[in-house]
């Protein structure tokens, strides 16, 4: 098996001093890089434990693929926090945060490359089994699937200043400094002002950054994240469970973003799966269960 990764990142590694199996290694820290980021970053840092890359690839990581990767400026490292240099209550432990060169993030042009999965992501033991049985007969045009990555947009989800409406005190939040704090919208949006940036509201959660970078950010980080969906359903790691919130099935298809909301990435007729139907009117790849009508 492998995964889809972008062809400028793929070009990028192979033009540094990196054996083939540090190259395979390489690729597949991509993959890891995209499962840790998740969706709502606002920096592109992941944040991935020593321990993890040990057990996935060996106590010799950093020589093997990593300090090359960091020597030639293809992945940066930001500092971690540990109990002892934790000085400031309010922040807490976090290990190495990771980040790939943006630039070499372009989902207009992929390719794929196959690599061994050691780690499948989706393993829970509250996995509904018989619907990922089903999951698995599905097939999809991976190709098509991953060149509507690069038409993810999110301007429709941003407001900015004073086009704010909410009245009452926002809660701006520092991911990375896992920081919170309440204010008001006209005094947050005073403050983004002063630091020259602006105050956005995105998805009901408000930031206060420069907007080009936000979108930058935001963006790269969605796509990169059903890319990493993608390359799951690929390699068969798929997850169906129940939702403690809603009691709604969520599965690995339910997690793609809504762009994903036809039937074109489907190659076959479902109507011979016995538990699984796939409606029109929600995401990709909405399920209904018949076991729970």
């Known amino acids: 098996m492998g995964i889809y990764v972008t062809t400028k990142?793929?070009?990028?590694?192979?033009?540094?001093n990196i054996n083939e199996k540090g190259y395979k290694c390489a690729i597949k820290f991509f993959q890891i890089y995209s499962c840790f980021l998740g969706k709502d970053s606002e920096n592109m840092f992941a944040d991935i434990a020593s321990k993890f890359l040990k057990r996935e690839f060996s106590n010799n990581y950093k020589k093997l693929f990593l300090d090359k990767l960091l020597l030639n400026k293809i992945v940066v490292r930001n500092s971690y926090i540990t109990e002892k240099l934790n000085y400031n209550s309010s922040l807490k432990p976090k290990p190495?945060?990771?980040?790939?060169?943006?630039?070499?993030?372009?989902?207009s042009d992929m390719e794929?490359?196959?690599?061994?999965?050691?780690?499948?992501?989706?393993?829970?033991?509250?996995?509904?089994?018989?619907?990922?049985?089903?999951?698995?007969?599905l097939e999809f045009d991976f190709d098509l699937m991953c060149k509507t990555i690069n038409k993810i947009e999110i301007n429709d989800f941003i407001t900015l200043n004073e086009n704010i409406t909410n009245k009452k005190p926002i809660t701006i939040e520092n991911k990375f400094l896992k920081l919170k704090y309440k204010i008001t919208v006209n005094k947050a949006i005073t403050k983004a002002k002063d630091?020259?940036?602006?105050?956005?509201?995105?998805?009901?959660?408000?930031?206060?950054?420069?907007?080009?970078?936000?979108?930058?950010?935001?963006?790269?980080?969605?796509?990169t994240h059903n890319l990493h969906?993608?390359?799951?359903?690929?390699?068969?790691?798929f997850y169906a469970k129940r939702n403690s919130t809603n009691n709604r099935l969520d599965t690995s298809l339910t997690n793609l973003s809504d762009i994903f909301s036809f039937l074109n990435f489907i190659k076959q007729s479902y109507e011979k799966f016995k538990f699984l139907k796939l409606n029109k009117n929600k995401n990709l790849l909405t399920?209904?269960?018949?076991h729970y009508i």
């Open 9 to 16: 990142l793929v070009t990028r590694i192979k033009d540094i």
């Open 96 to 107: 190495f945060g990771y980040k790939f060169d943006l630039d070499l993030l372009d989902y």
């Open 112 to 137: 794929f490359i196959e690599i061994k999965q050691k780690t499948k992501f989706n393993q829970t033991e509250d996995n509904i089994d018989y619907v990922i049985e089903d999951l698995k007969k």
């Open 195 to 223: 630091l020259g940036k602006e105050l956005i509201e995105y998805k009901g959660e408000y930031f206060i950054e420069g907007i080009e970078n936000f979108k930058k950010n935001k963006q790269l980080s969605i796509k």
């Open 229 to 237: 969906v993608i390359n799951k359903i690929i390699n068969k790691d």
């Open 287 to 290: 399920l209904k269960i018949f």
